[in-house]
């Protein structure tokens, strides 16, 4: 079909035409084909508020559940919902490994294992595909920090490289994926987008037919790409491929068979989605009903709370007296971190305060127990326009003439490429926020603003703040980051102000504004909460992360929760030993806390059922069924990745600090807080005696306690010569009490195999076959000789 087609028309399909679109070329019968980011929901591709989609539990959630059936289900519903709206691929999920346990998007990624993360991000692709919608896995490879990610470099070797980072992508691939996404990163001094040797392994040696998609801006030329094996620059117009690729052709530097292979990939995308004249998308999965996605992630959110701790706490009564909710994330949770791909959920969601008010018929008290309140966008608060609409005015201006004016109920913008209404992004224009804003309580507010340009904030006339303009290489960085300039000022309860927020753009692929609102401090948070707790039968004690903790191009410092948090549950726990803490967060938080609580249940980012769901575990009608995707460890220190910086040259060296998570605490000899697979339930298992072969391993599992619930049986291996092991296989199985099944763990071939010496071996002798409950809780010891 690329026969069609003249060079220049060949080369113009492999550049998208906008952030979202791909061109349509009628000479082949091709439509556009529409793509949106995933991980999380489906983003607006013009990130407009006014758009909303299912969110769903994060990455991190979706790896605690220890369930492919259950991840599945939920790309299911978002593939659904995908098709609904006629989308074509969406980019998720997201593959790289959290092992340092402090990215910005470690809640984005579902393991530090990759044989976790590989299983389950496979069965978010056969859930999304199935629907005939394009999983596109990210970002190949390595992208597992955010710290300088547009420069940086992992430098890995071959047997770390094949072994860990590359394994998740290569189970995607085996799984059928139709797509991949490149890191921003480089591998080992290349960027991933023109890596020859990385896009050999994918398309040469896993026989990857699908289409290799750049990450947004990540391409600065056009040879080293196309030669290696890039096949779409995103997002468009084009920068480097399209033009530019076609004159690289005509002046011989790539072969006319590389663009032609570019545009096959295209096209055979196109095909499977039903972009191709002739063509229907290819679902082999029922659609999930709109009406029963939200039940989906509500049981998704049960399937992902790992209990880690329970001193005969859990569940509680549904029947008791007094329950005490409290915490800044009991009436204000976190969902997702903050990245571009940030999720509107339509409809509003539940917080955990309304949710276990609804399900306990006692008396339900709440105090946030912490003095201040996080930053939040201008937009969420009580705001109206000049004329009195409820809203924020957004005018945009080019050459000085007002050519959009609109009303919306957000104040986070951002554009690539294009501003619906209002033309290209790359012209120099100005945009105006206003809005005016009747503050509910007297004392000192704080505002701040932010953008691609010159920025400029006033209250009430006076002048806040004023932001210059980013420099031209960090426009994307500050606009990821969410930079903001503010000051406080004070304001009368029930007098109202005009908040006007200006930012003048020289144009760039990016226009980006944020005006963000933070109300007074209420003092004495911490005693109320304690007067509260301790007049309590229980208390459910909520605390985490914010939208900001976790972002886009930004690492954390520490897994440490802020020192209010810490203090809030030292104080709680202090005067009512039945406290459950539920940690809201999306990464592995330090606990050194965690022995002055009753419980503790880990509830991450886990979509718009949190709440419900956790009302569910909390009186018993669900069991929190999941295992921990991450290690906890004593403290950060226990990492090998503890430490590791960027050198002179931006380089990490990945390989000194090898192997990560479990595996590196293994070879120490130090416990972890909480394990990886590690996570207890409302009842209690016992395995039976074990057998190994070549297939897998076969272990009798009974129910021991007094009601139904899940084990994970997790299988390690230790080839010989190896200090530590690695997970090789897990099952999930639910047994009535009393109940015994005979329970397989599947082991396929490259359980045995390692990267030696540029090819796979099986290491001659006895390898020893663990069976566990958990990286630290290991029940028997087989053995397999080879």
Not at 576 to 596: E, K, Q, S, Y
Request: proline fraction near 8%; aromatic fraction near 6%; hydrophobic fraction near 40%.
């Amino acid at each position: 079909m690329t026969g069609a087609l003249d060079p220049a028309r060949r080369a113009a399909l492999t550049a998208g035409e906008t952030g979202y679109r791909t061109p349509a070329e009628p000479a082949a019968g091709l439509r556009p084909m529409y793509l949106v980011d995933g991980p999380l929901g489906l983003v607006s591709p013009t990130f407009d508020e006014r758009e909303t989609s299912l969110l769903l539990p994060s990455g991190i959630a979706l790896g605690a559940t220890w369930d492919p059936d259950v991840v599945r289900s939920v790309a299911a519903a978002e593939g659904a919902e995908a098709r609904r709206r006629g989308f074509d691929a969406v980019y998720a999920p997201n593959l790289n490994l959290a092992r340092t346990g402090l990215s910005g998007r470690t809640f984005e990624m579902l393991s530090e294992d990759p044989l976790l993360a590989g299983v389950l991000g496979a069965a978010f692709v056969e859930g999304l595909q199935g629907q005939g919608v394009a999983a596109v896995p990210k970002h190949l490879v390595c992208n597992d920090t955010e710290t300088e990610r547009q420069r940086m470099s992992a430098d890995v070797d071959d047997t770390a490289l094949r072994e860990v980072y590359l394994r998740p992508f290569e189970l995607a691939v085996r799984a059928g994926a139709w797509a991949l996404m490149t890191a921003y990163n480089r591998l080992n001094g290349t960027p991933c987008a023109a890596h020859t040797e990385l896009l050999a392994i994918v398309k040469g040696e896993w026989g990857f037919d699908g289409l290799v998609i750049s990450d947004y801006f990540a391409l600065h030329e056009t040879l080293g790409p196309a030669l290696a094996g890039l096949d779409l620059e995103m997002p468009g117009p084009a920068i480097h491929f399209g033009a530019r690729l076609a004159e690289a052709v005509e002046r011989g530097e790539v072969p006319q068979a590389r663009v032609d292979d570019a545009v096959t990939r295209l096209l055979r995308l196109a095909g499977r989605v039903g972009a191709l004249e002739g063509s229907e998308r290819q679902v082999s999965a029922p659609a999930v009903p709109a009406g029963r996605a939200h039940e989906v992630l509500v049981e998704a959110a049960v399937a992902a709370f790992v209990l880690c701790r329970n001193e005969d706490v859990l569940p509680l009564d549904p029947a008791v007296r007094r329950l005490a909710v409290i915490g800044p994330n009991a009436d204000r949770p976190c969902f997702q971190g903050a990245t571009f791909g940030r999720i509107r959920p339509g409809g509003g969601v539940t917080t955990p305060v309304e949710a276990v008010r609804k399900r306990f018929p006692g008396e339900v008290v709440h105090e946030r127990g912490v003095d201040g309140v996080p930053p939040a966008p201008l937009g969420g608060f009580a705001v109206s326009t000049p004329d009195g609409r409820p809203g924020v005015l957004l005018e945009h201006f080019r050459g000085g003439e007002l050519v959009l004016s609109e009303v919306r109920a957000d104040s986070t913008f951002i554009w690539f490429g294009d501003v619906p209404g209002a033309g290209p992004t790359t012209e120099p224009g100005t945009l105006r926020l206003t809005a005016v804003f009747t503050p509910p309580v007297e004392g000192r507010w704080t505002f701040g603003a932010g953008g691609s340009g010159a920025t400029t904030l006033s209250v009430g006339g006076t002048v806040l703040a004023s932001q210059p303009a980013p420099a031209p290489g960090d426009v994307m960085g500050q606009v990821a980051r969410a930079e903001t300039t503010g000051a406080g000022i004070e304001l009368r309860a029930g007098e109202p102000v005009t908040v006007v927020a200006e930012m003048v753009s020289a144009g760039s692929r990016v226009q980006a504004l944020t005006v963000s609102c933070t109300p007074p401090s209420a003092p004495g948070a911490l005693e109320r909460a304690r007067r509260l707790a301790a007049e309590a039968d229980a208390v459910v004690l909520v605390v985490g992360d914010e939208l900001e903790t976790s972002r886009e191009s930004r690492d954390l410092a520490s897994s440490a929760l802020p020192a209010a948090h810490r203090e809030l549950i030292r104080e709680v726990g202090r005067v009512n030993p039945r406290t459950v803490v539920v940690v809201n967060a999306g990464r592995p938080v330090d606990a050194p806390w965690a022995g002055d609580v009753g419980a503790v249940l880990q509830g991450w980012f886990a979509g718009q059922g949190f709440g419900e769901a956790l009302a569910r575990v909390l009186a018993g009608d669900d069991e929190p069924g999941g295992r921990m995707p991450v290690t906890v460890p004593l403290r950060d220190e226990d990492r090998s990745t503890h430490g590791e910086v960027l050198d002179a040259d931006l380089r990490r060296d990945y390989t000194a600090a090898e192997p990560t998570g479990y595996r590196h605490l293994a070879r120490s000899g130090t416990r972890a807080r909480f394990a990886f697979g590690s996570g207890l339930g409302y009842t209690t298992f016992r395995f039976g005696p074990a057998a190994v072969d070549r297939a897998g391993v076969r272990v009798p599992v009974t129910n021991t306690g007094p009601r139904r619930g899940r084990e994970v049986v997790q299988v390690y291996v230790r080839a010989p010569g190896e200090e530590d092991a690695r997970l090789a296989g897990f099952t999930g199985v639910r047994l009535d009490p009393d109940e015994t099944a005979e329970v397989t763990v599947p082991l396929d071939e490259r359980t045995w195999h390692r990267w030696r010496e540029g090819r796979w071996v099986v290491p001659p002798g006895v390898h020893e076959v663990l069976v566990a409950r958990s990286a630290e809780e290991i029940t028997q010891v087989l053995h397999r000789e080879w």
